[in-house]
Each structure stands twice: as structure tokens, then as C-alpha cells.
């Protein structure tokens, strides 16, 4: 019987540790940025229409390209780990 322990690397922890600093320091820096703003007046809307709308300001392309994102993202989180699960890695 083949006895090998799978584990991840040093470069694996890297890589899922710079990723995840990556999506909380934008998420930090854009809340820190806000709170400025909103305190200047900078902004015309409130708060909750700019969280939840994008202040009516987003052009076509990016908001077609989040919501293809986002319908992408649900389909590989589930179809792909079924279908290696189911057929290896290999065919």
C-alpha cells in the first residue's frame, strides 16, 4: 500500500496568506478611505446608497464583468470539486 502523506507546502501557506492579506487590506483601506470622505463631505450620497449601489456611478463594463464573476465563481466552488471528486484528477 502506498503511504504518502499529503500536505501542503511552505509556498502553498505563502500564497493562501498573501492572498487573503490582499482582499483585507482593500476591504480596510476603502472602509478607511470612506470614513475620510464622509467626514469631509466629499460624498453627495449616504453611505448606505454608495455601499449598496456604487453612488449610480459604475459603467456598464465592470458591473457585467461582477456579475459574470459571481456567477462563475458559485458554478467552479461546486462543479469542479464534484467532478474530480468523481473522475480523479486524470481522465
Same mark, same amino acid.
Given at each position: 500500500?502506498? &503511504? !504518502? =502523506?499529503? /500536505?501542503?507546502?511552505? $509556498?502553498?501557506?505563502? @500564497? #493562501? +496568506?498573501?492572498?487573503?492579506?490582499? &482582499?483585507?487590506?482593500?476591504?480596510?483601506? !476603502?472602509?478607511? *478611505? /470612506? *470614513? @475620510?470622505?464622509?467626514?469631509?463631505?466629499? #460624498?453627495? +450620497? /449616504?453611505?448606505?446608497? =454608495?455601499?449598496?449601489?456604487?453612488? !449610480? +456611478?459604475? %459603467?456598464?463594463? %465592470?458591473?457585467?464583468? /461582477?456579475?459574470?464573476?459571481? #456567477?462563475?465563481?458559485? @458554478?467552479?466552488? $461546486?462543479?469542479?470539486?464534484? =467532478?474530480? #471528486?468523481? *473522475?480523479? +484528477?486524470? *481522465?
Amino acid at each position: 500500500m502506498d &503511504s !504518502h =502523506e499529503k /500536505s501542503l507546502s511552505w $509556498l502553498d501557506y505563502a @500564497i #493562501f +496568506t498573501v492572498s487573503v492579506s490582499l &482582499s483585507v487590506g482593500t476591504g480596510v483601506y !476603502h472602509a478607511i *478611505r /470612506s *470614513r @475620510i470622505l464622509l467626514r469631509s463631505d466629499g #460624498f453627495k +450620497t /449616504s453611505a448606505k446608497d =454608495e455601499y449598496l449601489m456604487g453612488g !449610480h +456611478t459604475m %459603467p456598464t463594463i %465592470p458591473v457585467a464583468l /461582477s456579475l459574470l464573476t459571481t #456567477f462563475l465563481s458559485g @458554478i467552479l466552488m $461546486l462543479a469542479v470539486p464534484a =467532478e474530480i #471528486f468523481q *473522475r480523479g +484528477t486524470y *481522465r
